[in-house]
């Protein structure tokens, strides 16, 4: 994960056209921020019409203080939903401080 977090903007636009397709793209081996309940797991992106979703290994826990409601969330649900692209990126990018 912290390869997304940490993204670069060209990396953002390349992944972005990645999910043009409607596939969902699954990367496997994320790190996951210290104090979550597993080293790593799967996230996955897919474009669902004018929408995104990002998906994460369900039911990991976290312990970090610094982590966000919505990230808690995102880790013991599986899915989070965006209404357009770069309100996931911005939310990926606001996760660097877990790390």
């Known amino acids: 994960m912290i390869d997304f977090v940490r993204g670069t903007d ?3 636009e390349d992944l972005k056209a990645m999910l043009e ?3 969902c793209h699954v990367f496997k081996n994320c790190m996951l921020p210290p104090g979550c ?5 799967r996230i ?6 004018d929408t995104y ?3 994460i290994d369900k039911g990991i826990t976290c312990s970090n203080r610094r982590a966000s409601s919505l990230f808690r969330d995102w880790i013991a649900e599986g899915t989070l939903r965006f209404l357009d692209y770069t309100d996931m990126k911005e939310f990926l990018r ?4 877990l790390y």
């Open 44 to 49: 996955g992106f897919e474009k669902e019409g």
């Open 94 to 97: 606001s996760l660097n401080c």
């Open 10 to 12: 060209q990396q953002y």
């Open 37 to 41: 309940s597993r080293t790593s797991g």
């Open 53 to 55: 979703a990002l998906f």
């Open 21 to 23: 397709d409607n596939l």
